[in-house]
């Protein structure tokens, strides 16, 4: 029996991201999970800690669309590890502010995000690293940084959360 199978003309490029994607997120899942956090509340933790930032700002960060953003807020105001407080450069914007004891935590936090990278790449050897963390830096920078418009296509697939 032939396959009626189209032959690949270039390595499944979009496999090999969303496997290695997939399994660095579950990774990273599980190594915050132990100082209870998400991988969300780490990004937000760190990047409203880098300068004054409203949730909006956050959220175009993190890749999070507004629900979800706020749910992931809520969860740090409820740890006592951010709040929500009127802007110093503008009255009517509400930033994120992060908490003596939040910033703590997203101290720990990025070194355990730190160490997840570091496990991941060891399976490299120096070199190849070198080469692989470049070759993404420019893809994320340049083609593949910016999402393209889909019109009338399919709904984007819901993403898990462990």
Do not use: W
């Not at 809520?74 to 004891?101: F, M, N, Q, V, Y």
Request: glycine share 6%.
């Amino acid at each position: 029996m032939t396959s009626l199978a189209p032959t690949n003309a270039q390595p499944d490029l979009s496999y090999l991201l969303d496997r290695t994607s997939r399994g660095l997120r579950s990774r990273m899942a599980a190594a915050l999970a132990e100082i209870g956090l998400t991988a969300r509340m780490h990004c937000v933790l760190v990047h409203a800690l880098e300068e004054e930032r409203t949730q909006v700002q956050l959220a175009e960060i993190g890749d999070m669309d507004k629900t979800t953003m706020v749910v992931t807020v809520d969860a740090l105001e409820k740890a006592g590890l951010a709040e929500r407080r009127p802007s110093s450069k503008d009255r009517r914007a509400r930033i994120i502010a992060i908490t003596a004891e939040g910033a703590e935590v997203a101290r720990r936090s990025q070194e355990i995000v730190d160490g997840v990278h570091s496990a991941a790449l060891g399976e490299l050897p120096e070199d190849e690293r070198e080469v692989m963390l470049r070759a993404l830096t420019r893809l994320a920078e340049g083609h593949l940084g910016v999402r393209a418009e889909v019109v009338g296509g399919a709904r984007r697939a819901r993403e898990r959360t462990a």
